[in-house]
């Protein structure tokens, strides 16, 4: 028989938390993670779409699987921005130890999960020339140098 586990049991006696937000971009986050600091997110983007911020990490990674609209994954690539687009139904694994920045398309839904962290602190965020050189970029720019990088 299932017997229902609530919130406060599953922080307290399972080190489960939830915690959800709205994000500066206007975006929705909703959490589920573990005290080992890895864990699910439910992304759901805002009808305009918009950037997440840039950052590294060196101890985990993400697993990203789109839903519905499209991610696209920059990467630093020297002074240059590389970008691949992921369309529903498709999967990424954000790089280790390497800048990179999320666009998420209109209204998009993006499952992400966090994993390898066991209890490590790794996560830099902001990199203020990475953002400059992404968050200017419109949708017809990102889609473009997707396209460029592709061919």
């Keep these: 028989m299932k017997h229902k586990i609530t919130n406060e049991q599953a922080e307290c006696g399972f080190g489960i938390e939830l915690a959800h937000e709205r994000m500066p971009n206007g975006e929705l986050r909703f959490r589920l993670f573990g005290d080992d600091g890895n864990g699910y997110?439910?992304?759901?983007?805002?009808?305009k779409g918009?950037?997440?911020?840039?950052?590294s990490h060196t101890a985990f990674r993400e697993f990203y699987l789109v839903e519905f609209g499209w991610l696209a994954m920059a990467t630093q690539a020297g002074s240059r921005v590389a970008v691949q687009i992921f369309h529903e139904g498709k999967t990424?694994?954000?790089?280790?130890?390497?800048?990179?920045?999320?666009?998420?398309?209109?209204?998009?839904?993006?499952?992400?999960?966090?994993?390898?962290?066991?209890?490590?602190?790794?996560r830099f965020?902001?990199?203020p020339e990475f953002d400059l050189l992404t968050t200017n970029l419109s949708e017809r720019q990102i889609l473009a140098i997707a396209a460029e990088i592709s061919n």
Excluded at 41 to 47: D, E, K, L, M, N
Excluded at 97 to 122: C, E, M, W
């Design 41 to 47: 997110i439910r992304t759901v983007a805002t009808s």
């Design 50 to 55: 918009g950037w997440q911020r840039s950052h």
């Design 92 to 122: 990424c694994i954000s790089p280790m130890g390497q800048i990179h920045n999320v666009y998420l398309s209109p209204d998009a839904v993006v499952h992400t999960i966090k994993f390898g962290i066991r209890g490590a602190v790794s």
């Design 125 to 127: 965020d902001a990199e």
